[in-house]
């Protein structure tokens, strides 16, 4: 069986990948993107938690379903952002949207 | 019922002064009505009290009294003053020639002041009137006192004030009437106010006589703390007295009694114009004659006598400081004010000086304890006086309407340029060749002898100096009556103005032989028993009246008197009656027709533009005598040049301008130095400087903060992860270590 570290491993390196993305895209759909990402990594190490330590309860599952479904909700308002951002800039790049600058 | 009158008298006259002033000023024939018809209330009032009082068996026993409660005391009683009459021996007599001539002279202003004359076109308030050229005549007439019924409502108060002093029984109403009349005194020397002289001799009289109701006022306040009361009865109780003259006043040498005798003696010496505040008097003959007659002749100066005798028991009790005092000043001011009236040419100032020097002579026999005697001459005095002082007020009117008559200008008080007015003014000078008698105390007739020579009989048993100098004031004062009468009258007229001069009306003639009557024969109701043949013809009213004044001490007082050794025990006794004495009749005789002899020996031959024969006699001496001996320098010189040195130089310069706005700048400039310190130490670096910082470093650090505020979504990321890894870093740390 696979060991659990390596379950962590890739979820650590999902993160930073999302991570990455989220800092370094210029574009706004691919710092979503990252997000995305980062909120997968939580979950793999959620259902390898869940499985590799206590598999007979079904809590694990549930937050990763629950994660799931956060992850979709905060895509569609990120998009709905965008696009308005868009709509009214008529830029997706968020260093060009700077109107809250000190 | 007698009280209760007593009570009522002076009250008309209070009335007609508020009348007059507030409804009737405009109309001179009501004014005079309701003054002269409100004092004649006063007179029947007064005459009846004197009448019941009179019929009284043993009135110094049992004397007309009443008081009521006026200001309310303590809870229990003690220290509240009670207001009332009180007709004994003294009050009768005081009253009766009080209301006579207060009458009198009411009737005489009417004259004086030319009721039914018309108005004068050039008079002005505050001034004589000019006379008028009525009728188209070239010739002026007499017109009437622009301020005619103003005079009326004045003489009413003083009414009001004299007999409210004569009636009280104690000493807060007495006050209140003194001053009254001292009110009335200045208002009526200053009524022709357009006078410069008339003001000044005004706030002069008002002045003087102040310094000596200052001190009667202190007087006053002794009574009341050495006896608890301001009633005349309660203070003059023997038993009372007694206690006084025991206790120690504070004052080295003087007993409680001494100090307060002094004291009224005081106010006595202002009001009466004694030396050394006899300077008022002579000025104040600027004022109308009436007024001269009435208040600084008969009544309000004999006020100063009065008091000095109603408290003559206190004054016994005193002994020999107040006494001495008393016959003193009074001995002195007789024959001082006697010489200074030889010399003077004022009609008017003469009379003004006799009037000084016979209040001393009331003085001084109240120093030797005459006090029957005292008394029996401040009324006969009060006729004769007023006589003369109207007397002279219908000469000057004479001598003004022939000076109106010639239409010239002349002084019409001097009496170098009268003369021969005894042809023009028969009626006026036999009224005052009577009152000039009086004065002169020519023998057996006249009041004036009988009531000087009991003055000089009593100084005659007691004090040889007191004698001396009365017996030559009244040499003096038989020379310059003679000199006067020889001035006025006799000879030739020495002037146009008194060529021309003409009696004046009847409204001033009746009251001046009315008074006549009175100076000649009021004296012959005080005639000693024991003088020879006269004696006992006509009863001793006087003597009656005025005897039983002292009480016998009772005998618990007399112990007490004795533990304290004070030997008043046999002044306070009955007095004794004076003896008789041939010598001093005779030198009463003397002096009198002496005097008169030699004034009018010097005088008769008198001619206009010559100098005076007494200048030519006494040299120097006698323009000193004619500057009534220069007290008025004097003073000027001890008093108010002093004073207003004193104003100028030490209070304004100094005290004012140096030492207050010194202090006064000082105290700015330092408290400008301790604002500027707050400010400069405390304000703007502590205060303001925090506020600022504050400020400032808030600005600062927004400035700095605002850099991390970029609007850059990835930044702010970046920088929380930066944190979080940061936190997260030393969380670890600790964890290991």
């Known amino acids: 069986m696979i060991p659990l570290s390596w379950y962590l491993l890739f979820a650590a390196a999902l993160f930073g990948i999302g991570l990455y993305g989220a800092l370094a895209r210029r574009n706004a759909v691919a710092i979503v993107m990252g997000i995305e990402l980062m909120l997968n990594a939580v979950n793999v190490n959620l259902l390898a938690f869940w499985r590799y330590l206590a598999p007979a309860q079904m809590n694990g599952q549930v937050f990763a379903a629950v994660l799931l479904a956060v992850a979709a909700a905060e895509t569609a308002v990120g998009l709905a952002l965008i696009i308005s951002v868009y709509r009214l800039r008529n830029t997706v790049l968020p260093e060009e949207t700077d109107l809250m600058r000190g | 019922m007698l009280a209760t009158i007593a009570f009522l008298i002076p009250l008309p006259p209070l009335a007609a002064f508020a009348v007059i002033l507030l409804f009737t000023r405009r109309h001179r024939a009501l004014s005079t009505a309701v003054a002269v018809g409100m004092l004649a209330l006063s007179v029947c009032g007064a005459l009846i009290v004197a009448a019941g009082a009179l019929r009284t068996a043993d009135l110094a026993g049992n004397p007309i009294a009443e008081s009521i409660p006026w200001i309310p005391g303590a809870a229990d009683g003690s220290g509240a003053i009670r207001i009332g009459v009180w007709v004994d021996g003294l009050t009768v007599l005081t009253l009766c020639f009080v209301a006579v001539t207060l009458f009198a002279i009411f009737i005489y202003s009417i004259g004086y002041h030319n009721f039914g004359a018309p108005e004068g076109r050039q008079d002005v308030p505050g001034l004589p009137p000019h006379g008028s050229t009525a009728g188209g005549d070239a010739r002026r007439v007499p017109s009437v006192e622009p301020l005619y019924t103003r005079f009326f409502a004045f003489i009413s108060l003083f009414a009001f004030g004299m007999l409210l002093l004569v009636l009280s029984d104690n000493l807060a109403t007495l006050f209140i009437g ?375 001490l009772s005998s618990a007082a007399v112990a007490n008197l004795m533990e304290t050794r004070q030997p008043i025990c046999c002044i306070l006794a009955a007095p004794e009656k004076t003896p008789f004495s041939y010598a001093a009749l005779m030198v009463s005789f003397l002096v009198s027709l002496g005097g008169l002899l030699l004034g009018w020996l010097v005088y008769r031959r008198y001619q206009a533009e010559q100098k005076d024969p007494l200048e030519r006699l006494l040299g120097p001496a006698f323009g000193f005598l004619q500057a009534g001996c220069r007290f008025d320098d004097l003073y000027r010189i001890l008093f108010a040049v002093p004073a207003r040195w004193i104003a100028d130089v030490v209070v304004s310069d100094w005290i004012d301008r140096r030492i207050l706005d010194g202090a006064l700048h000082a105290a700015g400039r330092a408290a400008g130095g301790v604002g500027r310190l707050l400010r400069n130490g405390i304000d703007l670096p502590l205060i303001n400087g925090a506020a600022d910082r504050i400020a400032g470093g808030t600005r600062r650090a927004g400035a700095e903060l605002r850099s991390l505020q970029s609007g850059r979504v990835q930044e702010y990321l970046l920088i929380g992860l930066l944190v979080f890894t940061a936190c997260g870093a030393a969380l670890v740390w600790r964890m290991l270590n």
């Open chain 2, 178 to 552: 003194w001053e009254v009349m001292g009110l009335c005194s200045y208002l009526l020397i200053g009524f022709w106010f357009a006078r410069e002289r008339a003001r000044r001799a005004a706030v002069k009289a008002f002045l003087v006589t102040r310094i000596g109701d200052v001190l009667m006022l202190l007087g006053l306040a002794l009574c009341w703390q050495f006896s608890r009361s301001l009633s005349l009865r309660e203070i003059l109780d023997p038993e009372n007295l007694a206690r006084m003259a025991a206790a120690t006043s504070g004052v080295p040498g003087l007993s409680a009694a001494g100090l307060t005798a002094l004291l009224l003696l005081a106010g006595t010496i202002g009001k009466s114009a004694q030396w050394p505040l006899h300077i008022w008097l002579p000025d104040a003959m600027e004022g109308p004659t009436p007024v001269s007659a009435l208040i600084h002749a008969a009544t309000m100066v004999s006020a100063g006598v009065y008091l000095l005798l109603r408290t003559a028991p206190l004054l016994s009790a005193a002994g020999a400081p107040a006494t001495d005092a008393a016959a003193f000043v009074g001995a002195f001011t007789a024959l001082l004010a006697a010489a200074i009236a030889l010399a003077q040419t004022d009609i008017k100032r003469v009379l003004a000086y006799s009037t000084i020097s016979q209040l001393g002579y009331m003085v001084a026999a109240a120093g030797i304890g005459a006090y029957t005697a005292a008394a029996f001459h401040l009324a006969m005095h009060a006729f004769f006086k007023g006589l003369l002082f109207l007397g002279a007020g219908s000469v000057i009117h004479g001598v003004d309407h022939g000076a109106m008559h010639e239409g010239r200008e002349t002084d019409t008080q001097d009496m170098r340029v009268m003369g021969g007015l005894a042809g023009r003014m028969p009626v006026t000078f036999a009224a005052f060749l009577a009152g000039g008698l009086s004065l002169a105390g020519f023998p057996l007739l006249t009041a004036g002898f009988w009531s000087k020579d009991e003055i000089l009989a009593a100084a005659w048993n007691t004090s040889t100096a007191v004698f001396i100098v009365l017996a030559a004031a009244a040499l003096l004062t038989a020379f310059y009556t003679a000199r006067q009468i020889a001035l006025v009258f006799l000879g030739r007229p020495r002037s146009a103005a008194a060529a021309h001069a003409a009696e004046p009306s009847r409204w001033m003639l009746a009251p001046i032989a009315v008074l006549a009557v009175f100076a000649v024969t009021a004296g012959w109701a005080g005639i000693p028993d024991n003088f020879p043949i006269l004696g006992g013809v006509i009863p001793n009213g006087i003597e009656r009246l005025l005897h039983p004044a002292a009480q016998p």
